[in-house]
């Protein structure tokens, strides 16, 4: 009996640790919160575009958009739970904005406890307001996995 359950403890114990060597990020999306109809544009991440007066209703937004979704996407073994106390199941999230000052931090978070549904993704979601007068990058990293967006954003003075 003590055989059967100590071995059922240590595939429990395997199991979680199978769990986190499997999440990653999958996607990042950004998307701009349109002022006057309280849309989001599609996905500008990665799009290549420069956005310009994005606030005064200039580029592809075609009404001001002061502020910027971020959706993050993650994979994970369907049906399960990421740990969100242990380091390497925590995604790190850096967004750094570059404007004419100089490049500076805009956010920093870390996510974790991803709870995966039947086709293994989870998503998290910040805005960012009063972002699209300065170049934004976004940083992702969750253990080995790494990814990176960055879009162009400048204002006339």
Not at 3 to 27: K, N
Not at 53 to 63: F, Q, R, V, Y
């Amino acid at each position: 009996m003590y055989r059967s359950l100590l071995a059922g403890s240590f595939l429990i114990i395997a199991s979680s640790a199978d769990v986190s060597a499997q999440v990653a990020i999958d996607d990042i999306r950004l998307q701009l919160f349109k002022e006057r109809s309280g849309a989001l544009s599609d996905n500008i991440a990665g799009s290549g575009k420069s956005f310009v007066n994005t606030p005064k209703g200039g580029g592809d937004a075609g009404e001001p958009a002061d502020a910027v979704l971020v959706t993050l996407a993650f994979t994970g073994p369907k049906n399960s739970k990421a740990s969100d106390k242990i380091a390497r199941d925590m995604a790190s999230v850096t967004v750094t904005q570059v404007a004419k000052t100089g490049p500076r931090v805009l956010l920093k978070r870390a996510y974790g406890g991803f709870q995966f549904g039947e086709d293994g993704r989870s998503h998290k979601a910040f805005l960012l307001e009063g972002a699209t007068c300065g170049a934004l990058e976004v940083d992702v990293r969750l253990g080995r996995s790494r990814k990176s967006t960055k879009v162009a954003f400048t204002c006339d003075d």
